[in-house]
């Protein structure tokens, strides 16, 4: 463990609740250092009374004692409005996204101004990050207060397993966005009909290092397959794929249509998409709730037909330590707009993120975000309510 996880356990609290502790810090500092102003105004006044006596004749000091008294009581009042505290501060909150070149990232920018617009009190700032694995780390060293994370390596690490096991992550789900299924696409001539057709056969399980290639190795160890791994950037794979020096290669979808590199290895090549069987998907769906199983309609590329395969969520997810209020201005926000959202990722357009959340979450609901649920009258599942 490093030395800074280790401080930051033994104090117990999250950036978010560090920020808000050094803000009250500084606002009692203050009001510290106003309230010092009034007693020396106090002081001063009293003084110039003391002086104004000695210095008029006595005559003088049974009049003007009135007028003076108004006048150290005016400057009382006077520093005491100087004093009174300004409107609340707000409260800073720190998003981490993904890289810069990133759709995804522009989707961020507008989830921060939604909340700067929407949510009293709240102001946000998106951070460059490298996306889920990274987010969840600096979530549990506080650096940011929410993030973006796919839901299986969320549910990884709450769970502690996988990448985190050992050790769980305190983390909550805030809602899902958007659903990436993991598509099979292989050429039509290569004689592959099912995932069982791939044994021995070349092909790459999803570009070396990414969600893609850990999510299919783990989908195929679960279901009892194999295939001859192959490595590869996805320029590499599109290249051997069309020149036929591999049979097909595991992509995430764009919804529910395949993404640009699929579409570029169609406009030379026959390609065919494999879906799960019944079989299949029921035990992915009992043996991995980290992901889900999703059903494509046809027409996801020219001539495919419906099929269903495995995904997972993209989502926001915060620190349980988040006060259930902010998390609940920041979900309403969210759930409240029409348009923001669809116009920085327009596979959003007539998206219901609401149920996308209930349908696709893998990890329990922050007590802010359940409370909104709660007010549409949603049912929760239960793998999305706290112990």
Request: proline share 3%; charged share 20%.
């Amino acid at each position: 463990m490093a030395r800074g996880e280790f401080r930051r356990q033994k104090r117990g609290k999250s950036g978010f609740q560090q920020r808000q502790h050094s803000r009250m810090i500084n606002e009692a500092c203050g009001v510290a250092f106003l309230a010092s102003i009034i007693c020396k105004l106090s002081v001063i006044a009293a003084n110039i009374t003391f002086i104004t006596c000695i210095l008029r004749p006595r005559w003088a000091i049974y009049h003007s004692r009135e007028d003076t008294m108004k006048q150290t009581l005016a400057a009382l009042l006077g520093a005491t409005l100087f004093a009174a505290p300004v409107s609340a501060q707000e409260t800073d909150l720190l998003i981490g996204s993904t890289s810069a070149s990133s759709s995804h990232y522009g989707y961020f920018v507008a989830v921060g101004q939604l909340i700067n617009d929407n949510a009293e009190g709240l102001k946000a700032s998106v951070v460059e990050t490298g996306a889920t694995m990274d987010n969840i780390r600096r979530m549990e060293r506080g650096q940011v207060d929410l993030g973006l994370v796919t839901t299986h390596n969320m549910q990884h690490a709450v769970t502690g397993t996988n990448a985190f096991e050992g050790k769980p992550q305190d983390l909550r789900l805030l809602w899902v966005y958007t659903v990436a299924p993991q598509n099979v696409v292989v050429r039509a001539d290569a004689g592959v009909n099912s995932l069982a057709d791939l044994q021995g056969k070349r092909f790459n399980p999803g570009i070396k290092g990414g969600s893609t290639e850990a999510t299919t190795e783990a989908v195929f160890t679960t279901l009892g397959l194999s295939a001859d791994y192959v490595r590869g950037s996805t320029t590499d794979i599109v290249g051997a794929v069309k020149d036929n020096r591999l049979v097909g290669y595991v992509k995430s979808g764009s919804g529910q249509k395949v993404d640009g590199s699929t579409m570029d290895i169609a406009v030379t090549t026959d390609i065919s998409v494999i879906g799960l069987t019944p079989e299949q998907a029921d035990t992915l769906r009992t043996e991995m709730p980290d992901i889900s199983v999703v059903d494509i309609p046809a027409g996801a590329a020219e001539g495919i037909p419906a099929f269903s395969t495995w995904a997972f969520g993209v989502g926001v997810a915060a620190p349980s330590t988040m006060d259930d209020e902010t998390a609940y201005q920041i979900v309403s926000a969210i759930m409240n707009d029409d348009s923001a959202q669809a116009n920085a990722l327009a596979s959003l357009k007539g998206a219901d993120l609401a149920q996308m959340t209930l349908d696709y979450g893998t990890a329990p609901l922050h007590p802010g975000a359940v409370r909104w649920f709660e007010e549409q009258g949603m049912d929760i599942p239960a793998k999305l309510k706290a112990d």
